[in-house]
């Protein structure tokens, strides 16, 4: 079974970069290169939402929420996908997770986001 493992989060001031990464374990390279993988992420209270993805091609998209601020990319030699987040806002708050487009694996641990001044 896929796992994926999410890091790169803390408490952080509103502006700024910060950089999430997420490994995916229990794959071939081969097969993670072509799957299309997503960032979600869930707020207290709120359900979890896909906020970027990519496909093996590359192609992006983004929630409105964060487009022009989130970029998504990956490293299909590492089995790894990132999130840049820049313009970060105190609604940005919540546990990021990855997954496939579809979610359709385990989901992992994520990685808390805390915006605050």
């Known amino acids: 079974q896929v796992q994926f493992v999410e890091s790169g989060g803390g408490l952080v001031q509103p502006g700024g970069s910060l950089r999430l990464s997420c490994a995916a374990s229990?794959?071939?390279?081969?097969?993670?290169?072509?799957?299309?993988m997503g960032w979600y992420r869930q707020a207290p209270g709120n359900q979890r939402e896909l906020v970027a993805s990519i496909t093996g091609g590359g192609n992006l998209g983004y929630a409105d929420s964060v487009k022009g601020r989130f970029t998504i990319s990956r490293d299909n030699a590492k089995n790894t996908i990132y999130l840049r987040m820049d313009s970060r806002k105190a609604e940005d708050t919540a546990v990021y997770y990855c997954n496939s487009r579809q979610g359709g694996f385990a989901w992992g641990q994520g990685t808390q986001v805390t915006v605050s001044s």
């Open positions: 229990q794959i071939s390279a081969n097969r993670f290169s072509i799957l299309g």
